[in-house]
């Protein structure tokens, strides 16, 4: 009977405790749920937030709150907008659109319809998006307080210009910017006005309306905020449609004024835009912590399989003494029962230190991608500082002026191989560098790296002797240019260190098999010199990839060295220093090079004094940065070569249908339409023009990237012209030969 009593206290216990469970689950509850979903989708956290807001559904459906229930799939529609997962977006934008209607609230649906055509226009469905439009317009008159009231003109206006219906689209962007002045209403926060006005200088721009299109784009100026990312971007390609706008009315000045304005836009957008991503990726994947979490849980490993060997022992002692004593049966059972404990937690600390590994993985991945991200970035503003030069100092200038020109492009060039180090380094590191074996000849680049310091040795007053024996093969098989840099970084430490020096760059055959000569490489200078307490440092920190920092005028080598001492371990060789102090300091290492049977060519003849033959060539540029683009124009028509640029995928597909071609120069990194697959949609319609791909990517990723792309060659940016020249003259003679 006691039991019978104490069942039915308990039945009423839990009774009441789920009553009073679901009586907390009310409006205010689920309106919390939703707010907590939308801070969830914007830190990209979408798993969660896609629960809250499915719970936030379920409740609304127990409540049956209408109101409630449509909120929650709109939320659903965002997320999964954001998510890329369209389909299913749209599926509960429509489940929230006829929950809205039942209720007849046409100010939610007026949102949802601006919301839904916007998203239709971005996923270039030109039809949909027009219906839901034209929805949104003929509930927008209801609402002229509302800023969603001009939403829907503002995006027909943008959706008319994408279909080329050029008058319905400025009525539309003459409506926005008389609603954004004229309402007392509009929001001085928003940038629906700037944005308008540039839209409608766009529209007068294709309509030919230069003056009218020039003073719209002159008000989104006026009105833009520098210190405003979104600002930012916007005056840079307002600044860009201008310059355009001046080209076509022949104002040269007032074109390169604009692009000055575009370019310093455009650079302070991406530097903010940086500065984003960058914290992006910190607070979300909080690579400190990570790193602190795994040091933690191999710790722990380590302690529990201490604790795991410590059992072992102990079971083995338990087994002897259960077949002497029979009675410490239970004992061993219970120590068995522990054991299996342990192991399970172990288990559990094993998946805990793949994830994190796993995490970690992920981060280093990312830091990977960003330093080549980086390098892109530099190389690209370096193409037109190095190419500019270039060109300046093939006009003829002024004797002071040539002075000023060539520390410029030494500046330019060291700042190139600095970024260049950089990149090995964290290829390195990456476990991403692999050796290329090519023919190579020996004199030929050290003679190149000692050009490539020639200025500086000028400017410290230093001598150059190099000595090659005389018995080394002309031609050998070895990574021509990880050699290069090696000696470019040696030689330049050697001459940025000491003035006034002389400094003996020697190599030595030291050994020879039938298929194999072993070259001896050095660098001696007569300088400071480093003192015997030192040596050790420098390798120490070389092997830990430490950059060595300055230290009485002596150690400031870091940078070059590590690449120098990474270079060597990727070619299987060593890095050696001799050094007496106030005597000077040697270098050395030795390279295995093969043999390669070749027959003897006249290649003596330097770029320089070579002559091309490109009468009547016609060259497409496709480029969507205008000053590079500029630049390599320029670099063509020193050769007479007939030009076009256009800075866009879309405009190279649109003018090859019109125009003939000899050579397409095509730059890879491109918005909406890149390099790559521009050359994919050509190649599609059968057309086998020859084309070369400029990129700012390190060389040996760019041929990664383009593996299955049918194209006659890769140049990286920056390059000397005659590299072009070459390389074109090649192209023309292959195909015309085909």
Do not use: W
């Not at 798993?47 to 409540?63: E, F, H």
């Amino acid at each position: 009977m006691n039991l019978i009593r104490v069942f039915l206290l308990f039945f009423v216990f839990v009774s009441v405790s789920h009553g009073q469970i679901g009586r907390t689950v009310d409006k205010d509850s689920i309106i919390q749920l939703q707010t907590e979903a939308k801070k969830l989708s914007s830190q990209e956290k979408y798993n969660k937030a896609l629960s809250n807001t499915q719970r936030a559904l379920k409740y609304a459906g127990l409540m049956e709150n209408d109101s409630l229930i449509a909120e929650s799939y709109h939320i659903l529609s965002v997320i999964y907008i954001q998510m890329r997962r369209e389909d299913l977006a749209l599926e509960n934008y429509e489940k929230a659109i006829s929950y809205f209607k039942q209720q007849r609230n046409d100010k939610r649906l007026l949102q949802m319809y601006n919301e839904i055509g916007y998203s239709f226009y971005k996923n270039g469905s030109f039809k949909k998006a027009e219906k839901h439009l034209k929805s949104a317009l003929k509930l927008s008159d209801k609402f002229k307080e509302d800023i969603n009231s001009i939403d829907a003109k503002f995006y027909m206006g943008k959706l008319c210009l994408a279909t080329k219906q050029y008058s319905k689209a400025q009525e539309c962007f003459q409506k926005v910017i008389e609603y954004c002045i004229d309402n007392p209403y509009y929001p001085r926060s928003s940038d629906m006005l700037q944005k308008a006005y540039y839209y409608n200088g766009k529209v007068l721009l294709a309509m030919k309306k230069t003056i009218d299109a020039e003073k719209s784009y002159k008000s989104v100026i006026s009105l833009c905020d520098k210190k405003n990312i979104n600002h930012l971007e916007l005056l840079s390609l307002t600044y860009k449609d201008l310059a355009e706008l001046y080209a076509a009315k022949g104002k040269r000045q007032a074109e390169l004024e604009a692009l000055e304005k575009h370019i310093e836009h455009y650079e302070a957008f991406k530097v903010l835009e940086k500065e984003q991503i960058l914290s992006k990726i910190v607070m979300k994947y909080g690579i400190d912590e990570y790193e602190d979490r795994l040091e933690n849980i191999e710790k722990e490993q380590e302690v529990k399989e201490l604790y795991i060997t410590n059992y072992r022992n102990l079971t083995t002692i338990l087994i002897v003494i259960l077949v002497i004593l029979v009675l410490l049966t239970g004992v061993f059972y219970l120590n068995q029962r522990a054991r299996v404990r342990t192991n399970a937690l172990l288990s559990g600390q094993n998946k805990q230190l793949f994830e994190a590994k796993k995490q970690i993985e992920n981060v280093s991945k990312i830091r990977t991608n960003f330093f080549s991200l980086i390098s892109h970035e530099l190389r690209t503003p370096l193409y037109a500082i190095i190419g500019m030069t270039n060109l300046l100092l093939l006009e003829k200038p002024e004797k002071f002026q040539e002075g000023y020109l060539k520390s410029l492009k030494f500046s330019g060039e060291h700042l190139l191989a600095i970024i260049n180090n950089i990149l090995q380094m964290n290829k390195i590191e990456a476990s991403k560098m692999n050796t290329i074996e090519e023919i190579i000849d020996i004199r030929k680049s050290i003679k190149n790296v000692t050009a490539s310091v020639n200025f500086l040795v000028k400017e410290n007053r230093n001598v150059i002797d190099v000595k090659v024996d005389e018995h080394i093969p002309k031609n050998l098989l070895g990574d021509s240019l990880k050699i290069s840099q090696i000696l470019f970084n040696l030689l330049d430490n050697a001459v940025r260190y000491n003035m006034e020096s002389n400094i003996r760059l020697k190599v030595n055959q030291v050994a020879e098999t039938s298929e194999t000569i072993t070259l001896k490489f050095s660098i001696k200078d007569n300088g400071l010199g480093i003192p015997q307490q030192k040596k050790h440092i420098i390798f120490e920190n070389l092997e830990k990839g430490i950059i060595l920092s300055e230290d009485n005028g002596y150690l400031d080598l870091g940078l070059g060295l590590t690449t120098v001492n990474n270079l060597l371990k990727v070619l299987k060789s060593k890095l050696h220093l001799r050094s007496v102090l106030n005597k000077g300091s040697e270098f050395y290492f030795e390279l295995v090079l093969r043999k390669v049977e070749i027959s003897e060519t006249n290649d003596e003849e330097e770029f320089e004094h070579k002559t091309y033959n490109f009468d009547n060539l016609n060259i497409l540029i496709v480029d969507d940065n205008a000053v590079n683009g500029l630049l390599t124009q320029k670099i063509l028509e020193r050769q007479n070569i007939q030009t076009k640029v256009v800075h866009s995928g879309f405009s190279a597909l649109e003018i090859i249908d019109k125009q003939t071609f000899d050579l397409i120069l095509m730059d890879m990194f491109m918005p909406k339409l890149n390099g790559i697959e521009t050359i994919q949609k050509i190649r599609e319609n059968n057309n086998n023009i020859p084309i070369i791909l400029l990129t700012a990517m390190e060389i040996s990723d760019a041929y990664a990237k383009v593996v299955d792309t049918k194209i006659s060659g890769v140049i990286t940016k920056p390059f000397e012209p005659e590299m072009l020249y070459d390389k074109i003259d090649y192209v023309i003679r292959q195909s015309d030969e085909e």
